[in-house]
């Protein structure tokens, strides 16, 4: 889906997963959120250490997606919580998210990838969250 994108958030895809990274080079997933808040939106988010409620205290929460670009999405699954960001892109509601895992011998494997709405489950990401600026 995301070759050939066009949309702002083409020059993202394919970014490496490094954990705890915040870019530009590569992002962990709150580090992407943050920087397309930042840099999309003019919104600065606090590091994740303060949080999830605490730093979504000014923004509303959903359950669907319907105010366009830029909601938060929270996704879990059976490794935990996985943040994204909700874009439109190629006509398809989507999420715009760093996904990765690091290995026993501390090796970073992942990228930052678009995926459809109606893809995540087969990701194994569900119980979405949106998350709306007030």
């Known amino acids: 889906m995301s070759a050939g994108m066009r949309h702002w958030a083409a020059?993202?895809?394919h970014l490496p997963w490094q954990l705890g990274a915040e870019g530009p080079?590569?992002?962990?997933?709150w580090g992407l959120v943050r920087a397309v808040q930042r840099e999309r939106f003019g919104r600065e988010l606090p590091p994740?250490?303060?949080g999830l409620q605490a730093i979504m205290a000014g923004?509303?929460?959903?359950v669907s997606p319907g105010a366009g670009e830029g909601d938060i999405i929270e996704m879990r699954s059976a490794r935990g919580p996985h943040l994204?960001?909700?874009?439109?892109?190629?006509?398809r509601d989507g999420v715009l998210h760093a996904?990765?895992?690091r290995d026993a011998?501390?090796?970073?494997?992942?990228?930052?990838c678009f995926t459809p709405i109606e893809q995540l489950g087969a990701l194994g990401l569900g119980r979405l969250r949106f998350w709306r600026p007030v």
Do not use: T
């Open 99 to 101: 996904v990765g895992h």
């Open 105 to 112: 011998d501390g090796r970073d494997h992942g990228d930052v």
């Open 48 to 50: 994740l250490d303060a």
């Open 25 to 29: 080079a590569a992002y962990d997933c």
């Open 11 to 13: 020059p993202y895809i």
């Open 84 to 91: 994204g960001v909700l874009i439109v892109a190629d006509g």
């Open 59 to 62: 923004w509303q929460q959903g």
